[in-house]
């Protein structure tokens, strides 16, 4: 991860700052929350004096840590992503690279970021859980920090994480897993999205990256990068605790809820280690978002051998609420085919040209395709899916 800060701007706050809303605060004082730049508070107020990194998941820094570029990201990340097969196993080969430290997790720049949280958040620590047959599986889950070795983690029961646990407490009385934070940029996409269950999600995270991850473990806890900078060893028994509420990213804040207890029997960190911080439903959380949706939709719509030229999840839909997809085939078919995809989108554009998607609309003939928007199994509206194709042979003006 620290590769990312290397050509990044980087804003260096040296002022004093608690864990309490005070750097959530001065972010939304004196940025635009949507566009701005990678700012490192270097006097954070807690135990372990670490440095508190928000907004490094910049989407040119992301490509750039892929090898990639706009132009091929998405044709070159759907091959890569072909590489990734069930019957491959991510090797575990490098030393351990980190020291376990006395500190709790109080020690940590765990942040209040908005004034109806429940209380101090993790949101940008990777959970890594082993499946019966040795597979790792990665994900993003928030967990409220209860006491200084104590997390309360949401893990939504629609989530293959969920399905393993609830699998493995049937033989066993207790889990142990391990979240890390930092390391390669390509652990942190293949965390955040959504893969078949029986892919090793680190097998995934070093396909798109195309080179192998170097990983590491100590004792019977799950693997790690050993380019992480921070690693929490913990266990969880199936038992439930109060968490919530918590600001999402759309704004609003979850009702109270109930998360695994996930007890942290150890932390572990680098030598002089950064926290890298996600400020949920600001740039990075939603860059994470974007880039694995339309990489994914892209892939899928090739693989079906439909003429796709480029997919875009705008930001302003959340990265995930609404798509256009850019393409040669402007059919109903293909719009239909787009939808049944992606059952969390509401919104649907298929055209030939993002660029003037509005503008076209306005000129040419459309057609709309709509059905259920369902959450839970529960209807909570429509979705809605508009074809507008470009082709009409005009009188157009010369000037």
Known sequence: MRNLLSEARVEDIADPMGVDLDISRYLHQHY????????????????????????????EAMLRGLGLTEANVQPEFARRARGAHADQR???????????????????????????????????????????????NLGFYRGEIKDGRTIAIFIDPRTDAHA???????????????????????????AASKIPADVDSFVFSSAIADEPIDLCRQGDYPAVPAASELVL???????????????????????????????????????????????????????LMRLQNETFMFG???????PVRRVVYPTAYFGEFGVIVE?????????????GYDLRSKLFFLVRNAETL????????????????????????????????NANDFDWKTF
């Open 32 to 59: 635009d929350l949507n566009d701005y730049p990678v700012v490192m508070f270097s006097n954070v107020a807690c135990g372990s004096r670490v440095p508190y990194v928000d907004n490094a998941f910049k989407r």
């Open 90 to 136: 991510a090797p575990v080969q490098a030393p351990w690279a980190f020291r376990q430290r006395e500190w709790s997790l109080l020690d940590l720049p765990f942040l209040k970021y908005q004034p109806g949280d429940g209380g101090r958040y993790l949101t940008s620590f990777v959970f890594c859980i082993e499946d019966t047959a040795g597979r790792y």
């Open 164 to 190: 393993i646990i609830q699998e493995r407490l049937r033989e066993e009385r207790e889990i142990k897993v391990s979240l890390f934070n930092g390391g390669p940029i390509s652990a942190y996409i293949g």
């Open 233 to 287: 060893q913990a266990s969880l028994s199936g038992r439930m605790i109060d968490e919530g509420p918590f600001c999402e990213f759309k704004g609003y804040y979850s009702e109270k809820t109930v998360g695994f207890e996930l007890t942290v029997n150890a932390i572990h960190a680098r030598d002089n280690p950064l926290f890298f911080g996600i400020f949920c439903g600001k740039e990075s959380g939603l860059n």
């Open 300 to 306: 899928f719509l090739t693989s079906k051998g439909i």
């Open 327 to 339: 393409c040669d085939s402007v059919t109903e078919d293909v719009l239909r085919l787009i939808m």
């Open 358 to 389: 509005f503008a076209d609309l306005s000129t040419f003939a459309f057609e709309s395709v709509s059905d259920d928007y369902r959450k839970r199994g529960v209807r909570m509206g429509g979705r809605l899916g508009v074809l507008c194709d």
